[in-house]
């Protein structure tokens, strides 16, 4: 047997096995089925009786050295300081999407989802701090603000064909807005001393990034270097969180094709004609160093009808999707409960978040739409009605990833930090099911 032949029989006794794996990651059910899995284990783990070993695990601390300098920060600090940056820059990268080609590319199309995410922020953060101001978990007034766009749309998407195409658009632009949101809430309110020196530093490795862009340069290599190794450890240094620079580095990410629809087809034909002169069925491809040098051109020409900011989201999703998130909840939503619940959740921070998330976020998104669509600002997105916004708004209320986010910037490890995990995880769980069953209640209904 050839080697060629080997290496396809090999490719075919594999891709069964990759493909439904391959599937799964890109679906979006996967980032809720799997953030729900690593909660619950991470619930398990800490009420279990190895539940020490879970607080000692993730508070191991772990040393990067360059020469003189070390970095020192315990495993939890490491990946909301580090894995987070990643989750952080894929938001970045779409927000840059949407901005420019989406939901938010145009006045017109993003008052809604705009007015309706600003509702949705402010009053949350407005009714936890109606119950919490002047006392210890005054700090945790961000925590209800986000929405949990993987929860969220997973859910939605349980549903699948009878739920409007412009609902699902609707709630994906709403929660990408509430990012947005969370994420300047984060750099303005959730900084510590800021270092001005490391700030400057973080400064100067955006210009290169920008000038990167300007000059065409399209390589991830190059933006991964100036953005984890210059960016992102500045941004660690000056105080602001880290998780920052991986959304402005996203925003300096080429968005502009080198090739157009027309020039990449034309470039195909004359690169597929030459292929098929210079390709050969007697001798494996390693023996054809002129089939290798056109496949290369191929290649080349099909990156240059992409952008890399397509690129990279479509590269680094399934990785925020099947580890980032996953290991945050891991690592975070291992909550001790005790028998004394009922307590803990009537204490001014746990109420506060479940009032905020449960009854802030949607009054504030519906209430905000209306005033939008009533004073000709936004028109309702077609097929979609106020029941099912209602629905939507309920379901927007599943704070989980950015709150626990926030949470852990707010406040640290005690008493406070554990009622804030509680009272987001019994939320986001209220919110889930209560959006789900409104949203199938009314497409029932429609049916009938």
Known sequence: ???????????????????????????????????????????????????????????????????????????????NDGLMAMFFFVIGLEIKREILVGELGSWRHAMLPLTAALGGSILPALLYAAFNTGLEGAKGWGIPMATDIAFSLGILSLLGTRVPLALKVFLTALAIAD?????????????????????????????????????????????????????????????VHATIAGVIAAMTIPARTRLTGREFLEKSKVLLRLFEVVVSQDEPPL????????????????AHAGTPLQQ???ALHPWVTVVVMPVFALANAGVTLNADIVTILGTPVAFGILLGLLVGKPVGIVLSAWLAIRGGLATMPEG???????????????GFTMSLFIAGLAFPRGPVLMAAKEGILIASTVAGLAGWLLLRHIQNNKKD
């Not at 040393?63 to 003189?68: E, M, V």
């Open 1 to 79: 047997m050839s080697r060629s032949s080997e290496d396809q029989g090999a490719g075919q006794l594999i891709q069964p096995v990759l493909e439904p794996f391959q599937r799964f990651i890109h679906a979006e059910t996967a980032g809720g089925i799997l953030l729900l899995g690593a909660t619950i284990a991470a619930m398990i783990w800490a009420n279990s009786p190895w539940a020490a070993s879970y607080t000692e695990f993730w508070h191991i601390p772990i040393s990067l050295a360059i020469g003189s300098h070390t970095l020192t920060e315990t495993l939890l600090e490491w990946i």
């Open 312 to 314: 990279l989201e479509y």
């Open 287 to 302: 023996a054809n160093p002129e089939e290798s040098r056109v496949a290369r051109r191929m290649k080349t020409a099909v």
């Open 384 to 398: 979609v009605s106020w029941p099912q916004l209602w629905a939507v708004g309920v379901l927007a209320g599943i």
């Open 179 to 239: 990012d947005l949101m969370a994420v300047l809430v984060i750099a303005l309110f959730y900084t510590s001393t800021i270092s001005w020196t490391s700030l400057a530093v973080g400064a100067l490795f955006l210009i290169l990034l920008i000038g990167a862009n300007m000059a065409g340069v399209r390589h991830p290599l190059v933006y991964s270097i100036l953005g984890i190794g210059g960016l992102w450890l500045a941004f660690l240094l000056s105080g």
